[in-house]
């Protein structure tokens, strides 16, 4: 849900292997841990910052789209795929802390500079590396992801 918000998306058609997790969040069952509960009071905000939201349960036999997952997982390295994928280590109901850290210039500032404003530095050997290295990078919400 937060990567759909991040790409501003209006509508959203989630779907998961888990009919626990469906039944909870479509309010088909009621959570029993404190933990789940926490969760799925989250899930709902996030929700309902969606104009139409829907969330389906999809058995596993019918479920393609983890099948290819699974083998894009399994495949061998060298062929360049590209996935989103992220693994999170701890509760994502606890609210992390953030630091400002504007003003300081670190490495991907200039990168950040040229995806937005077209701005490079004016050294020209490293306006090209900067220039080279901005294929591989994207600006999304304002954060920047390879």
Known sequence: MRLAKELEA???IAKSESKLVT???NSEYQPKD???????ER????AATFKKFTF???PREQNERADLLLKLATD???VQRSVIHESISWPTIKEATVYNVEGKRMWMSPLMEYLKDEQLLSD???????????AR?????GELYR
Not at 124 to 134: F, I, L, N, S
Not at 137 to 141: A, K, L, R, T, V
């Open 10 to 12: 209006k509508t959203l």
């Open 23 to 25: 039944g909870q969040v």
């Open 34 to 40: 404190p933990q789940l509960i926490k969760y799925l």
């Open 43 to 46: 899930a709902t905000r996030m």
């Open 56 to 58: 389906h349960h999809v």
């Open 76 to 78: 061998k390295r060298g």
């Open 124 to 134: 020209t050997t490293e306006a090209k590396k900067v220039a080279r290295d901005a």
């Open 137 to 141: 990078y994207i600006i999304i919400g």
